[in-house]
């Protein structure tokens, strides 16, 4: 869109600002960004509050960042994501800046890969008297000492300002505190009366033994070195009224602990993630179910000792269960999941890396009780070996209405049946995921049956054994062609034709599509992905390890996909310059590319993309051997979002830089990750 000269006395009159807002409402969010660019009255209108729901302002701690912060006072409300903070005197200043112009107005605050001081976080907290979230993760510094909140002067500050200030804290994240302990969690909890939700996640708790004493937990009133059980379910006892979800993931909990709160008198959970408990076994589930019965959320992926009987407690103790991971676990087999399923109340399931699970039971499942059965909305089987094409097959009749998002990522007995299945059945989806599904071909996804140009020949034609006067050779039996010594059958102009008179079955009815992984299926060329990866709102796409695709399937997906702001790439040999040129007139919206090992990039790209692709986030060009020094530094300089740049360095060395940005603005309607 070409910007407005508003000095143009031949211009015609501007539409009035709630017009304008009202056009803009119609608009997707990735649209109204390219929108608001078009001129000054269009960005005003971009502007309007009804779009700045949970507006998040992401930057680092540098100079430049306190003009930012002293604009942010004007906005009713914000939350900031502030990183590398430190103890010296611009941190200090920043976080003072941030108490002084948006304290009453900050919804959440988080401080990643920072080592701010106690004195500096003690400064800002009196100010947030609005606080709904506080994001404390890692911040190793600040509970090292084991001194946080407990000089005389401090813990007066703290009764006469904290307290009121963080009273209406809800979300509290303590994850990856290696210094926690039950006096410095104290301290902080007492002034957070109303949390909901804690994290919890990689501390280091003491749930039954307490190694520096050398006693069981509890032997010790309050330990000032470690945070123990006994500390955490005194904390659920005192706030039971309001809490609702708990991570304790990669912790150390037992089953005994499990049970230990899971009984606790009055707690009602609602959310419960336990990723990676390697201790926990089915007869703690059992407990769990029974006693918080009113859990939505369960995660319990990697607790490798469960099985199917953990599967049949979950399936019939939670009535209410929305979403529920049994990702890698690894015992999990298909007993239990036709029960599963028929919890009407289910609309995720992650079963990924459940290396039993072939998909037979919940399709006995879903089909047994279709007036009450689960309306999954995700279904995540990546690595599950044993789905077949049957069961893919029946799974989209099944789930068409309201799936809507597949993931099938290393599903290697996966084949075109259920490519013409998926864009058949699940028309409403918005991402699906085939990378390395090694048997998809262009017949694929072009919705087409396959059929061969020419007769068998009589050494391809099985005519069964052969039994010889020389039995005994070695050849006697001659072993059957694995399929990926098969090269694909080629389609040709003739069956584009047809294609393009009988297109309902291909991947271009999946018109919702906002993200499309291909990688690694190695079947794939030009004929097909020029053809059907067409999709207007496609904003992440990974065409990566495709040997046979070349600049024409480039070309194509950047004029018909303009949306995309992720694009992988990497290892497509065929991909070259003249690939880019066309196609980076095109991706004005791009954030994320990866053109790693495409041996043909020259330094010729990467000015192609400084000039046309100023969004760049992320850049992976490693072992392109032909990218000089003197193109990166043209591209640095040219590219003001630029965060994160791969390249090989002369003597063949992976070099990875990441740059320091400042403002870059995002909101949680429209999370631009990749």
């Given at each position: 869109?070409?910007?407005?000269?508003?000095?143009?006395?031949?211009?015609?009159?501007?539409?009035?600002?709630?017009?304008?807002?009202?056009?803009?409402?119609?608009?997707?969010?990735?649209?109204?960004?390219?929108?608001?660019?078009?001129?000054?009255?269009?960005?005003i209108?971009?502007?309007?509050l009804?779009?700045?729901?949970?507006?998040?302002?992401?930057?680092?701690?540098?100079?430049?960042?306190?003009?930012?912060?002293?604009?942010?006072?004007?906005?009713?409300?914000?939350?900031?994501?502030?990183?590398?903070?430190?103890?010296?005197?611009?941190?200090?200043?920043?976080?003072?800046?941030?108490?002084?112009?948006?304290?009453?107005?900050?919804?959440s605050?988080?401080l990643?890969?920072?080592?701010?001081?106690?004195?500096?976080?003690?400064?800002?907290?009196?100010?947030l008297?609005?606080?709904?979230?506080?994001?404390?993760?890692?911040?190793?510094?600040?509970f090292?000492?084991?001194?946080?909140l407990?000089?005389?002067?401090?813990?007066?500050?703290?009764?006469?300002?904290?307290?009121s200030?963080?009273?209406?804290?809800?979300?509290?994240?303590?994850?990856?505190?290696?210094?926690?302990?039950d006096?410095?969690?104290?301290?902080?909890?007492?002034?957070?009366?109303?949390?909901?939700?804690?994290?919890?996640?990689?501390?280091?708790?003491a749930?039954?033994f307490?190694?520096?004493q050398?006693?069981?937990?509890?032997?010790?009133?309050?330990?000032?070195?470690?945070?123990?059980?006994?500390?955490?379910?005194k904390?659920l006892?005192?706030?039971?009224?309001?809490f609702?979800?708990?991570?304790l993931s990669?912790t150390?909990?037992?089953?005994?602990?499990?049970?230990?709160?899971a009984?606790?008198?009055?707690?009602?959970?609602?959310?419960?993630?336990?990723?990676?408990?390697?201790?926990?076994?089915?007869?703690?589930?059992?407990?769990?179910?029974?006693?918080q019965p009113?859990?939505?959320?369960?995660?319990?992926?990697?607790?490798?000792?469960?099985?199917?009987?953990?599967?049949?407690?979950?399936?019939?103790?939670?009535?209410s269960?929305?979403?529920?991971?049994?990702?890698?676990?690894?015992?999990?087999?298909?007993?239990?999941l036709?029960?599963?399923?028929?919890?009407?109340?289910?609309?995720?399931?992650?079963?990924s890396?459940?290396?039993?699970?072939?998909g037979?039971?919940?399709?006995?499942?879903l089909?047994q009780?279709?007036?009450?059965?689960?309306?999954?909305?995700?279904?995540n089987?990546?690595?599950?070996?044993?789905?077949?094409?049957?069961?893919?097959?029946?799974?989209?009749?099944?789930?068409?209405?309201?799936?809507?998002?597949?993931?099938?990522?290393?599903?290697?007995?996966?084949?075109?049946?259920?490519?013409r299945?998926?864009?058949?059945?699940?028309?409403?989806?918005?991402?699906?995921?085939?990378?390395?599904?090694?048997e998809?071909?262009?017949?694929?996804?072009?919705?087409?049956?396959?059929?061969?140009?020419?007769?068998?020949?009589?050494?391809k034609?099985?005519?069964g054994?052969?039994?010889?006067?020389?039995?005994?050779?070695?050849?006697?039996?001659?072993?059957?062609?694995?399929?990926?010594?098969?090269?694909?059958?080629?389609?040709?102009?003739d069956?584009?034709?047809q294609?393009k008179?009988?297109?309902?079955?291909?991947l271009?009815?999946?018109?919702?599509?906002?993200?499309?992984?291909?990688?690694?299926?190695?079947?794939l060329?030009?004929?097909?992905?020029?053809?059907?990866?067409?999709?207007?709102?496609?904003?992440?796409?990974?065409?990566?390890?495709?040997?046979?695709?070349t600049?024409?399937?480039?070309?194509a997906?950047?004029?018909?996909?303009?949306?995309?702001?992720?694009?992988?790439?990497?290892?497509?040999?065929?991909?070259?310059?003249?690939?880019?040129?066309?196609?980076?007139?095109?991706?004005h919206?791009?954030?994320?590319?990866?053109?790693?090992?495409?041996?043909n990039?020259t330094?010729?790209?990467?000015?192609?993309?400084?000039?046309?692709?100023?969004?760049?986030?992320?850049?992976?060009?490693?072992?392109?051997?032909?990218?000089?020094?003197?193109?990166?530094?043209h591209?640095?300089?040219?590219?003001?979002?630029l965060?994160?740049?791969?390249?090989?360095?002369?003597?063949?060395?992976?070099?990875?830089?990441r740059?320091?940005?400042?403002?870059?603005?995002?909101?949680?309607?429209?999370?631009?990750?990749?």
């Amino acid at each position: 869109m070409e910007g407005c000269d508003e000095e143009d006395p031949l211009e015609v009159p501007e539409l009035p600002l709630e017009i304008l807002v009202y056009i803009l409402s119609f608009l997707q969010t990735s649209d109204r960004k390219e929108a608001s660019l078009v001129c000054r009255s269009w960005y005003i209108a971009s502007q309007d509050l009804c779009f700045q729901k949970n507006a998040v302002f992401c930057f680092t701690a540098s100079a430049s960042s306190l003009e930012l912060v002293r604009s942010l006072g004007r906005r009713a409300r914000c939350s900031l994501i502030i990183s590398q903070l430190d103890g010296f005197s611009l941190s200090k200043s920043l976080l003072l800046e941030v108490g002084l112009c948006v304290g009453s107005k900050l919804d959440s605050l988080a401080l990643p890969g920072s080592s701010v001081t106690e004195a500096s976080l003690l400064a800002l907290l009196p100010r947030l008297t609005s606080l709904r979230r506080l994001d404390l993760s890692g911040l190793d510094s600040l509970f090292m000492s084991g001194a946080f909140l407990s000089r005389k002067e401090h813990r007066q500050q703290v009764q006469a300002n904290v307290k009121s200030a963080l009273s209406s804290l809800e979300e509290l994240d303590l994850s990856d505190l290696r210094y926690l302990s039950d006096l410095t969690f104290n301290r902080l909890t007492s002034c957070t009366p109303r949390l909901r939700r804690l994290s919890l996640a990689g501390c280091h708790i003491a749930f039954e033994f307490d190694p520096y004493q050398g006693c069981p937990v509890g032997s010790v009133e309050v330990s000032s070195a470690l945070l123990s059980l006994r500390i955490l379910r005194k904390l659920l006892t005192e706030q039971r009224a309001t809490f609702v979800a708990l991570d304790l993931s990669r912790t150390a909990i037992t089953p005994e602990s499990l049970r230990s709160i899971a009984q606790v008198e009055g707690l009602s959970l609602e959310e419960l993630c336990l990723q990676s408990c390697k201790e926990l076994s089915d007869y703690s589930v059992e407990v769990l179910v029974k006693h918080q019965p009113g859990l939505q959320m369960l995660d319990i992926s990697g607790c490798t000792e469960l099985t199917s009987r953990a599967v049949v407690a979950v399936a019939r103790g939670l009535s209410s269960l929305t979403q529920l991971s049994l990702s890698r676990d690894w015992k999990v087999t298909e007993t239990g999941l036709a029960e599963l399923v028929s919890v009407a109340s289910l609309r995720g399931l992650d079963l990924s890396e459940c290396l039993h699970v072939g998909g037979g039971e919940i399709v006995k499942g879903l089909s047994q009780r279709r007036a009450e059965r689960a309306q999954l909305e995700k279904l995540n089987l990546r690595d599950c070996t044993y789905m077949r094409d049957e069961a893919i097959f029946s799974l989209t009749q099944l789930l068409g209405s309201s799936l809507r998002e597949l993931d099938l990522t290393s599903c290697v007995n996966v084949t075109d049946l259920s490519v013409r299945a998926i864009a058949t059945y699940l028309q409403g989806l918005r991402v699906l995921r085939l990378g390395r599904c090694i048997e998809v071909t262009d017949w694929g996804l072009l919705g087409m049956v396959e059929t061969s140009t020419c007769e068998l020949d009589e050494e391809k034609e099985d005519k069964g054994p052969r039994f010889t006067r020389t039995f005994g050779n070695m050849g006697f039996f001659k072993p059957p062609r694995l399929p990926f010594e098969d090269p694909p059958k080629l389609v040709t102009p003739d069956h584009l034709e047809q294609f393009k008179r009988h297109a309902g079955a291909s991947l271009l009815a999946l018109g919702r599509l906002r993200e499309l992984d291909l990688s690694s299926c190695c079947k794939l060329t030009d004929a097909s992905i020029a053809q059907v990866v067409r999709f207007t709102d496609l904003q992440r796409l990974s065409l990566s390890s495709l040997p046979n695709i070349t600049d024409a399937s480039l070309s194509a997906v950047a004029q018909h996909c303009r949306a995309l702001t992720g694009l992988e790439l990497g290892h497509c040999p065929c991909v070259s310059d003249r690939g880019v040129a066309q196609a980076a007139p095109h991706l004005h919206r791009l954030q994320h590319l990866s053109l790693s090992r495409c041996s043909n990039i020259t330094d010729k790209s990467l000015f192609l993309l400084a000039q046309h692709c100023k969004r760049l986030k992320t850049l992976d060009v490693s072992r392109c051997s032909n990218i000089s020094g003197t193109a990166v530094e043209h591209l640095q300089s040219q590219l003001p979002f630029l965060e994160n740049f791969h390249f090989t360095l002369p003597g063949g060395t992976d070099f990875t830089h990441r740059f320091n940005v400042v403002g870059d603005v995002s909101s949680s309607e429209f999370a631009d990750q990749y």
